[in-house]
């Protein structure tokens, strides 16, 4: 049995949709330790989200995991019946989603479907449940719990529907919790009240994260390891101060580029990062990311590289993995 | 709430005149003049304007709209021009077979339409969609008189399991009521039934894309609660819509069955005053017609209100 | 899918909307046919519809010379079925005419002239609305008198609303639109607005909605002519056929059953049509 908590192996997932098959996650290995809190970064379209969606397998009408392995605590998860799935979603493993306004059911009272976990997994009668929704309010920091729980999501304000959503997430104590983009679509000051509330729960439970966000400044306080998707796949894999120090892919040095820094000097100026994703449904030839790649050489072109440790990263890049450093390349521009 | 039903209220006000114009307008666009109706043989000019004064047709057509308006204004709305019953009376005794059978319509397009419309959505492609969706599109294209007629010969002329047509008081005798209202309200039912469930499909199709529903799953709720906790109730907000549209246009389906049927409700009363020329009682059917309607139309609006939280009416 | 506004600039090419939406084309077709046999009902009726003939009354279907039997006076169920197509679809034609005319330009003026007569317009669709379609139709019909003609205005004045909105709303919506506020500031006058803009906009929408109409005219047709209000004897027509059928059917139910069926499959076919297009013409819709 694996020490792992949770474990992905080679995990293929494709999408049948209009436009034909997509691979939306095409060879994703990785794992998640006990009580650790991981970043997974990319574009929209990048995979991350179905990566995630893998996991729950609560992949759309159109999506199928179609190889690999995903080993919770042990368990291969494809192999689970549905029940078995279910008897996992909302006890060990939660997860919340980007849109706190359009993720809770409008028709029903907070404290109700805050409580909800509890009377699935745990047979607690209603009026128990809805009780311990107040006291998870109070946990996430809602103001006048006792109130908010019987009021309707529409009465909440975005950042508090995502302090409900993360108070649902956490009522049966998971081991892990799946947060996609659990920011996204807030202020930038709620924005970080939140990130803070997930760093406190995260040490006060011991609950192991999976940070899902397109947003590379949102990982840097957060997360001990990081994951950068592009195309479905990883492209770079480390530590969050080694991978924000040196980035190994060129990709994932575009991203830091692109966001703001406080020694922006030093970086020289917020550069964008040039030209749109691939079509998912016709990818090109060789690296995925070469056609919007100032480091691209000829043989980027034709083959695709492997994820191969370079330093202390693992990084799908030729140049990286040829021994040349970024930072020094890009010194020459 | 309250400034919001008077508000709506005041908003049916104009509306609520041009009805009653128009209605007031149908008897006078009647080619035929009622005196002779009336009269018979005696067709004496005296005669003649003897009742048109004492019908009040001499006054000019304003004068006569305020006086006729004054007394529906107090539920008068006249006598019929045959029986020379009030017409308010006369309705009134035929308004609840309408309703019974309308409701047993509606009870019998609900209890197929929700279950049927929701399993073929959550299903979708699977043989109860396509069942489904045979339904909703034969229930609307066949009349609902000519299905009335096939139960007819299948149910009553060749199987003899129900009595072809005719009514029969609850009061007097339950079993044979029951009896007598399972074909109509089969036959009014069929078109609300395929409304129904197009509806319930398509609003629990678009229910079950939400996000709220994956957050449901998420939580490890099973299929059976996903939907049946989490979708329905949401999926079922514009269903009371469309029902209750129906609720307010029972006496209009109400016309054609119960004549195949011989139901005596207001239906075919209407039916039979127009072959009478009886416009008196037409005028107050047609009027009964639109205004529970209306009436209708702005309860569904407030019950609306009441099922779906995020609706406020201030 | 490509994100596509709720309104097509061009005309749809009818052509390539058939081969490419299989389910538009089957319907066409259907309806297609349904128009041609109204149109050739005097070639291919095996006999004179209104012939009455006492020795062959009743005859069963698929009784020689005559497929589909005979009446209760010896008149051919074949003949008169085919002649009824020639009572129902013209009345679709002129209902679905009167109702996308007068709608049609209630709709124009309300839109486009805003302020008072908008008001005042949608007052008078809002009272058109207050009653249940089949009572108005009734209503009108009680008011002018029962006939085929009659109960074609009747229900042409039903269909008023549906198109009075539609078009309304379209208009307003192109309003927004800044191709029209350009034409217009660069002096277009309203008439060359409408005709080169709003219409060739509104061809989607209208030509789902003549479709649906179509089919509920045909059924509210068939409706006051078996409530005796619309067609009259001997005219052969669908509804009529029922209602006089519906008394023999101890013995010889195929005299209801029969015309039934011709209206069924008549008003199944528009609604098909109308459903296909919509799902072909609205991107919205498609589930």
């Known amino acids: 049995m694996s020490a792992r908590l949770l474990e992905l192996e080679d995990v293929h997932t494709q999408l049948t949709l209009r436009e034909g098959v997509v691979r939306a996650v095409d060879g994703v290995s990785f794992h998640v330790d006990a009580g650790e809190t991981l970043g997974i970064v990319g574009e929209s379209g990048s995979g991350k989200s179905m990566t995630a969606l893998s996991i729950m397998r609560l992949l759309p009408r159109s999506g199928r995991i179609i190889g690999g392995s995903i080993r919770f605590k042990g368990r291969e998860l494809r192999d689970l019946a549905e029940a078995e799935m279910e008897a996992l979603r909302g006890t060990d493993i939660a997860m919340i989603f980007q849109d706190p306004m359009t993720s809770l059911n409008p028709v029903y009272r907070t404290g109700w479907q805050v409580g909800e976990p509890l009377r699935i997994h745990r047979h607690v009668k209603t009026a128990a449940s809805v009780a311990a929704a107040v006291g998870l309010f109070k946990k996430v920091g809602i103001p006048e719990p006792e109130k908010r729980a019987m009021q309707y999501p529409h009465m909440f304000s975005g950042g508090m529907r995502q302090r409900a959503m993360i108070a649902m997430g956490l009522s049966t104590g998971p081991s892990l919790l799946i947060a996609d983009e659990p920011t996204t679509a807030l202020d930038v000051t709620i924005q970080a009240q939140i990130l803070d509330l997930l760093r406190h729960l995260n040490r006060e439970f011991g609950t192991a994260t999976i940070l899902i966000t397109h947003n590379l400044g949102v990982v840097a306080g957060m997360c001990d390891r990081v994951i950068v998707m592009y195309a479905g796949r990883i492209v770079e894999e480390g530590r969050t101060e080694d991978v924000f120090a040196n980035p190994e892919h060129p990709y994932t040095w575009s991203l830091l580029r692109s966001i703001p820094r406080l020694d922006a000097e030093v970086r020289g100026r917020l550069q964008p990062i040039e030209g749109s994703p691939p079509d998912m449904a016709r990818l090109p030839e060789g690296c995925k990311f070469r056609s919007r790649c100032s480091f691209a050489i000829d043989r980027c072109a034709t083959e695709e590289p492997e994820l191969r440790q370079v330093r202390s990263q693992l990084t799908r890049c030729w140049v990286t993995q040829g021994g040349v450093s970024l930072e020094s390349q890009s010194d020459l521009d | ?314 | 899918m490509t994100a596509e506004g709720p309104i097509r600039r061009t005309p749809i090419r009818l052509l390539a909307l058939g081969r490419d939406y299989p389910r538009v084309a089957a319907a066409a077709a259907l309806v297609l046919l349904l128009f041609l046999i109204a149109a050739v009902a005097p070639l291919i009726s095996p006999h004179d519809p209104l012939a009455i003939s006492p020795d062959d009354s009743y005859l069963r279907p698929l009784s020689p010379g005559h497929p589909l039997g005979t009446d209760d006076l010896g008149r051919d169920l074949m003949s008169r079925v085919l002649w009824g197509a020639r009572a129902s679809l013209p009345v679709a034609f002129v209902a679905v005419a009167v109702g996308l005319v007068a709608g049609g330009i209630i709709g124009l003026i309300s839109g486009y002239a805003g302020g008072l007569s908008d008001l005042l317009l949608m007052r008078f669709v809002d009272a058109l609305l207050a009653f249940p379609g089949l009572i108005l139709a009734i209503a009108i019909v009680a008011a002018l008198g029962p006939g085929l003609r009659n109960a074609m205005i009747a229900i042409g004045i039903v269909a008023i609303p549906v198109y009075a909105r539609l078009i309304r709303a379209v208009v307003l919506q192109l309003k927004q639109l800044e191709f029209v506020t350009a034409t217009r500031s660069l002096g277009a006058t309203p008439l060359r607005l409408i005709v080169g803009h709003v219409i060739p906009n509104l061809l989607n929408p209208v030509i789902v909605q003549v479709s649906l109409s179509a089919g509920f005219a045909i059924l509210a047709e068939a409706t006051l002519s078996f409530l005796g209000l619309g067609a009259q004897l001997p005219t052969p027509d669908w509804g009529q056929m029922i209602n006089s059928g519906a008394g023999f059917l101890n013995n010889d139910p195929w005299l209801a059953i029969i015309p039934g069926a011709a209206i069924s499959v008549t008003v199944f076919s528009f609604n098909w049509l109308g459903d296909a297009l919509r799902d072909a013409l609205d991107p919205r819709l498609r589930g």
């Open chain 2, 1 to 314: 709430m309250t400034t919001y039903v008077l508000r709506r209220l005041l908003l049916m006000l104009p509306v609520a005149f041009l009805v009653t114009v128009g209605v007031f307008l149908l008897i006078h666009l009647t080619p035929g003049d009622p005196a002779l109706i009336l009269l018979g043989e005696d067709r004496s000019p005296q005669a003649i304007a003897q009742i048109h004064q004492q019908l009040g047709l001499d006054k000019p057509l304003y004068v006569q709209y305020v006086i006729w308006l004054g007394r529906i204004a107090h539920g008068d709305l006249g006598r019929s021009i045959t029986t020379h019953q009030p017409v308010g009376t006369a309705i009134a005794e035929r308004l609840p077979a309408t309703v019974e059978l309308g409701l047993a319509a509606l009870f019998w397009s609900l209890i197929v339409a929700i279950p049927l419309g929701t399993i073929a959505a959550v299903r979708r492609g699977s043989i109860a969609d396509q069942i489904a969706t045979g339904i909703s599109v034969g229930g609307v294209s066949i009349p609902n008189f000519f299905i009335g007629i096939v139960l007819i010969f299948v149910l009553s002329v060749t199987w003899r399991l129900f009595p072809f047509g005719g009514y029969v008081a609850f009061t007097k005798d339950p079993f044979e009521n029951l009896r007598h209202i399972v074909l109509p309200a089969i036959a009014l039912g069929t078109a609300g039934t395929a409304i129904n469930m197009r509806f319930t499909r398509s609003s629990m199709i678009e229910v079950l894309n939400n996000d709220y529903i994956r957050t449901a799953m998420a939580k490890g709720a099973s299929w059976r609660r996903v939907v049946f906790i989490h979708a329905l109730k949401n999926a079922l907000i514009p269903v009371v819509t469309i029902v209750g549209l129906q609720i307010g246009g029972i006496i209009e389906g109400a016309v054609v069955t119960e004549t195949v049927f011989t139901w005596p409700g207001v239906g075919r009363l209407a039916v039979e005053s127009i072959f009478n020329r009886d416009y008196t009682v037409v005028q107050g059917i047609v009027l009964l017609a639109a205004f529970s309607y209306m009436v209708a139309n702005l309860l569904v609006d407030l019950v609306y209100g009441w099922l779906d939280p995020r609706i406020s009416y201030s």
